[in-house]
């Protein structure tokens, strides 16, 4: 059915710059607000960005400045342009989405995630 493939993670050094991107696929009516969340070792699950469906933007004060994230409806894709990349950015991402089926049916997915290690 309908599933959400992150990809675009890897290793860069502090300071560096890396692009995240999230696909959606299937049987979708529309997309509500798309949205990236990251897991560091031994941390909680927090939101990192996520931008409505009308393109309103909202970030975790700790990326301000320094993310971007951005959404190509025709596409099905989210990203998120990260610069300046810090030690403590390094985490695993994930993308989330909320879906309206065809059947007018709201649902929520994740997807697998990337991770992103910052270390020089």
């Known amino acids: 059915q309908v599933q959400l493939v992150e990809s675009g993670g890897g290793l860069v050094q502090p300071g560096g710059s890396l692009r995240l991107s999230c696909a959606a696929s299937?049987?979708?009516?529309?997309?509500?607000?798309m949205g990236w969340y990251r897991q560091a070792p031994g941390k909680e699950r927090e939101l990192v960005a996520a931008i409505t469906s009308g393109g309103i933007t909202n970030y975790t004060d700790s990326v301000k400045g320094r993310f971007t994230i951005s959404r190509d409806n025709a596409k099905k894709t989210v990203y998120l342009q990260m610069s300046s990349l810090k030690p403590e950015d390094t985490a695993v991402y994930y993308c989330?989405?909320?879906?309206?089926?065809?059947?007018?049916?709201?649902?929520?997915?994740w997807g697998r995630g990337t991770l992103v290690t910052v270390s020089t």
């Open positions: 989330n989405a909320g879906f309206h089926t065809f059947a007018a049916r709201y649902f929520e997915l």
């Open positions: 299937g049987s979708i009516f529309s997309i509500n607000t």
